[in-house]
């Protein structure tokens, strides 16, 4: 009787243990990644009245099993569902990180400042020295860095991922080294017919990350599909002059273009008001048709004159330009005029290079010299020719066979950007880069944003794998440690990827806690408890009628 009692003892302090884990379950439905628990009971020792006998078959008897009375329940284990993940919740922080498992439970490695220990809780931020951190206890969260000889994750052991040491707030500059020239030149666009052409200018970078702006100017060279582009000057980051062909003792042809003589600098065939040019003859005369007065050119002085000893400029017959003026007029003239059948050619020395495009159908030809004898599709910048020492310029090669000679209706959209022509970043060239920005993917890479376009891996967050997930060691602050049981971590861990798990961003495993089981499992407590109460209370009823035997 005795015995009831002790056991019904047994299965309330039992069922309050399973009580005990089911409250612990119900208070930790909301904590991130928590991993609920379930108690299995087990019987304890038995009293053996009797002892079991076997069979004799000499006096026909049968055996007799042993007689065994039970004393009660334990608690047999307290097993944890840490492979049954908890469903996912989104809060946009790209430190938020939930792991999603394929055939094996992963588990973060942190480190409480003597030991490291394991978490599935992926809830992180950046701590005052740059380390990446647990945001409830803030242990650093361990990893994998990048070699800086190759650039690639060292999967070394394991050490704490200081995301934002100083290294990793800059990205180096890097000189450019390409640009392109794209869009339509229409023949008809003014600046394009001016002296000074149409001004284009191209930014790049030296390799500390300074800006520089070159000027070049495209034009006309008064013949079909034909056009030539020069380096008129170079300004710095402030806007001064760097390099200038007029005053620079570094010769524009070895920075820019191809020195050439007596080349066409422009045709006029059309005179101005108050002149007439007949175009059976090619006779010019002063007044509106061919009976007024002829003019007669003078080559020596590049002017007209007429029978009366009057005198007309070239540029008030044609029109020409002040600057085409003060190349005739120079002491000595950097150009000549030449007047055949009324068409007005200057040429002269020039630093240039020409542009040619098909007369059929306005196709980029080739850019090089004005015969157009070596035409390809770019041509070189010569940086390096105007650098100090050590050099901090790239020569930068320019692409022009994204142009294209086309009617626009007057307007040019030719434009010169840095990079290629492919792809526009290739050799672009950028400045100092500032951190901006992390991310990390789904392999735990941990890449930073700056910028001047870069984007560069900062680490690598490493997992753990266990044979027995199931044996780890609950520490509190949702993390774990090994045991005996669990199997030992190598202090390397592994790359989530390996078996096909991923890490999502901006995302957060939720308790596993099922509260209608837990609810469940609590009733199914309640009555087990109930029922023990009431085998102490039957046997002391029992005892009380033992007790009255006696009056």
């Keep these: 009787m005795m015995r009831s009692m002790y056991s019904a003892v047994s299965g309330l302090k039992t069922h309050q243990t399973k009580m005990d884990v089911i409250g612990n379950n119900i208070a930790?439905?909301?904590?991130?990644?928590?991993?609920?628990?379930s108690v299995t009971f087990q019987d304890i020792l038995y009293q053996t009245t009797s002892n079991a006998s076997g069979a004799n078959a000499a006096t026909g008897v049968g055996g007799i099993n042993a007689k065994q009375i039970g004393l009660?329940?334990?608690?047999?284990?307290?097993?944890?569902?840490?492979?049954?993940?908890?469903?996912?919740?989104?809060?946009?922080?790209?430190?938020?990180?939930?792991?999603?498992?394929?055939?094996?439970?992963?588990f973060f490695i942190v480190n409480n400042g003597s030991e490291n220990v394991f978490t599935r809780s992926g809830s992180f931020y950046v701590d005052g020295a740059g380390n990446l951190c647990m945001t409830s206890?803030?242990?650093?969260?361990?990893?994998?860095?990048?070699?800086?000889?190759?650039?690639?994750?060292?999967?070394?052991?394991?050490?704490?991922?200081?995301i934002m040491q100083a290294s990793n707030l800059t990205s180096d500059p890097e000189a450019t080294t390409m640009a392109n020239v794209s869009g339509v030149i229409d023949k008809n666009d003014t600046d394009i017919k001016s002296d000074t052409g149409m001004t284009k200018t191209l930014t790049f970078y030296d390799n500390l990350g300074y800006a520089y702006t070159a000027r070049f100017n495209i034009k006309s060279l008064g013949v079909d599909g034909q056009y030539s582009v020069e380096l008129e000057k170079i300004l710095d980051s402030e806007g001064k002059v760097f390099y200038d062909p007029a005053t620079s003792t570094v010769a524009l042809s070895d920075v820019f273009g191809l020195s050439a003589t007596n080349v066409t600098l422009s045709t006029y065939d059309e005179v101005s008001n108050g002149f007439y040019l007949d175009p059976a003859t090619g006779k010019i005369y002063s007044g509106s048709d061919n009976t007024g007065t002829e003019l007669t050119f003078n080559a020596a002085n590049a002017n007209f004159t007429d029978a009366g000893g009057n005198t007309y400029t070239l540029k008030q017959v044609y029109?020409?330009?002040?600057?085409?003026?003060?190349?005739?007029?120079?002491?000595p003239p950097t150009a000549k005029a030449t007047v055949t059948n009324g068409v007005l050619t200057i040429s002269g020395d020039v630093t240039d290079y020409g542009?040619?495009?098909?007369?059929?159908?306005?196709?980029?030809?080739?850019?090089?010299?004005?015969?157009?004898?070596?035409?390809?599709?770019?041509?070189?910048?010569?940086?390096?020719?105007?650098?100090?020492?050590?050099?901090?310029?790239?020569?930068?090669?320019?692409?022009?066979?994204?142009?294209?000679?086309?009617?626009?209706?007057?307007?040019s959209t030719a434009v010169m950007e840095s990079g290629s022509a492919e792809d526009g970043s290739t050799g672009k060239g950028k400045k100092l880069g500032a951190l901006i920005g992390l991310s990390v993917d789904n392999s735990g890479k941990i890449f930073g944003t700056y910028d001047n376009g870069n984007t560069e891996l900062l680490g690598q967050i490493a997992v753990a794998q266990f044979a027995n997930a199931s044996g780890l060691e609950k520490v509190g602050d949702n993390c774990y440690k090994t045991t005996l049981n669990s199997g030992e971590f190598d202090g390397i861990g592994v790359e989530i990827s390996a078996d096909g798990s991923s890490m999502t961003s901006g995302e957060l495993e939720m308790s596993n806690v099922d509260l209608s089981t837990e609810f469940t499992q609590m009733i199914i407590t309640q009555r087990g408890f109930q029922a023990n109460s009431r085998i102490i209370t039957v046997s002391d009823t029992l005892l009380e009628e033992l007790v009255n035997l006696k009056r």
């Design 72 to 106: 009660g329940v334990t608690t047999g284990a307290t097993n944890i569902s840490i492979t049954s993940a908890g469903a996912a919740e989104t809060t946009g922080n790209p430190f938020d990180i939930r792991l999603s498992d394929q055939s094996t439970t992963n």
């Design 28 to 37: 930790n439905v909301n904590t991130v990644a928590f991993k609920s628990s």
């Design 137 to 162: 206890t803030g242990y650093t969260v361990m990893g994998w860095q990048v070699d800086p000889t190759t650039g690639n994750i060292r999967k070394d052991t394991v050490s704490a991922l200081r």
């Design 355 to 411: 542009i040619q495009f098909s007369t059929a159908d306005g196709s980029f030809i080739g850019v090089g010299d004005r015969a157009g004898t070596s035409l390809a599709n770019s041509v070189t910048l010569n940086m390096s020719k105007l650098g100090n020492t050590p050099t901090q310029f790239s020569d930068i090669t320019i692409d022009f066979s994204q142009l294209r000679d086309a009617e626009n209706g007057g307007k």
């Design 319 to 331: 029109g020409i330009s002040d600057s085409m003026v003060a190349k005739l007029t120079a002491t």
